[in-house]
């Protein structure tokens, strides 16, 4: 069965300390990975797609890395109003998205 | 400015009554879905549409409708046979074209809550 699952559920950061968010998956012929941010009561919004392993993307504090298996969000420096939820999917067979449960991230300042 | 815009933001439903959300697109994208969201859990695709006049049921269809008469436009029913519909619920879209990894688009939301 295809299946993503994201960890942790909940991070806590002060501002400036780098983490990394996780995304595992198990599907059957992947055809591409997502990333998508979003803040409370908002649609998400999109960040990156990744469709290789090996395959990289930046954007601000921001990078995206992909594996056979998993998925890595790092947060460089991170600032407070880098605080939400970051969603991860994959695509399988066309076209349907299969979501994990999201990572809350909350930056202190 | 091109996206997506779904009306109202929030919803309340009476116990037997239907409601329709509206989504509307004008990115020219050929694909629209929605998608149902609760505390907690992932995203979970009620139904999809590909083209004009045809869609196709998601994982949890039950209790919904859905048309599309127009490419810009996909309408859903929460009808009263859906016994849990409190959710927060959204639309997206995507172009069709050679690339199959093309991403989603999400539009801002509708919060629908049951009285």
């Known amino acids: 069965e295809d299946q993503v699952t994201q960890s942790p559920e909940a991070l806590r950061l002060q501002e400036g300390e780098s983490s990394s968010l996780n995304c595992s998956y198990t599907v059957s012929g992947l055809r591409g990975l997502f990333w998508y941010r979003q803040d409370p009561g908002k649609g998400p919004e999109f960040l990156f797609t990744?469709?290789?392993a090996g395959e990289e993307k930046e954007k601000e504090r921001l990078k995206a890395t992909l594996t056979k298996k998993e998925s890595f969000l790092h947060i460089t420096a991170p600032k407070p109003e880098d605080s939400a939820t970051y969603l991860c999917?994959?695509?399988?067979?066309?076209?349907?998205?299969?979501f994990g449960q999201g990572t809350t991230l909350q930056v202190k300042p | 400015d091109g996206g997506i815009t779904q009306s109202p933001k929030y919803l309340f439903r009476k116990e037997g009554q239907n409601v329709t959300l509206s989504c509307e697109q004008n990115l020219n994208h050929d694909a629209m879905y929605w998608y149902r969201q609760d505390p907690g859990q992932g995203l979970r695709l009620i139904y999809y549409s590909q083209i004009v006049n045809d869609f196709q049921k998601g994982d949890i269809a039950e209790g919904y409708s859905v048309s599309r008469e127009k490419k810009e436009s996909f309408p859903l029913t929460v009808t009263s046979a859906q016994k849990n519909p409190t959710a927060f619920y959204l639309c997206?879209?995507?172009?069709?074209?050679?690339?199959?990894?093309?991403?989603?688009?999400f539009g801002p939301g509708t919060r629908l809550t049951v009285l």
């Open positions: 999917a994959v695509k399988a067979l066309f076209p349907k998205l299969i």
């Open positions: 990744l469709y290789s």
């Open positions: 997206a879209s995507t172009p069709l074209g050679t690339r199959d990894y093309n991403e989603q688009f």
